[in-house]
């Protein structure tokens, strides 16, 4: 997979660059959410507890958890360079949801979904 295909939380990741430390975090596959969420949306839906269910409900937990901290070095680095003008669209993200840290949170794995979607289904990992 080539770099520019996959969003990640380390400090090599174009998208997170100025993060101050690689992170440890599982690889969560997009790809593997969303088609439990096609799955879902046909009927399929799986019992509550289900191993199918837990499984799900982890990846989201994982997926969530990559973001925040995707923010969380975002604005570390913010705070550690104000004056910087290298400003990234994640940037942006940030300061239109203010105070609202869900609204980030959810904005933020929303366009890395749109990103998911577009590059033909491929295979779209958070590290």
């Known amino acids: 997979m080539s770099h520019s295909q996959q969003a990640s939380c380390t400090k090599s990741s174009c998208i997170c660059e100025?993060?101050?430390?690689?992170?440890?975090?599982?690889?969560?596959?997009?790809?593997?959410?969303?088609?439990?969420?096609?799955?879902?949306?046909?009927?399929q839906t799986p019992e509550p507890g289900s191993e199918r269910d837990v499984i799900?409900?982890?990846?989201?937990?994982?997926?969530?958890?990559?973001?925040?901290a995707l923010i969380a070095d975002r604005?570390?680095?913010?705070?550690a360079a104000p004056e910087a003008?290298?400003?990234k669209f994640i940037d942006v993200v940030i300061d239109f949801g203010g105070d609202d840290a869900e609204l980030i949170e959810s904005d933020v794995i929303d366009y890395v979904l749109a990103a998911y979607m577009s590059t033909g289904d491929s295979e779209f990992l958070f590290i």
């Open 18 to 43: 100025t993060a101050p430390e690689p992170r440890e975090q599982p690889a969560v596959s997009v790809s593997q959410c969303w088609k439990e969420l096609e799955r879902r949306a046909a009927g």
């Open 75 to 79: 604005k570390a680095a913010r705070a």
């Open 56 to 68: 799900f409900n982890r990846r989201i937990a994982d997926i969530k958890q990559c973001a925040r």
């Open 85 to 87: 003008a290298d400003r």
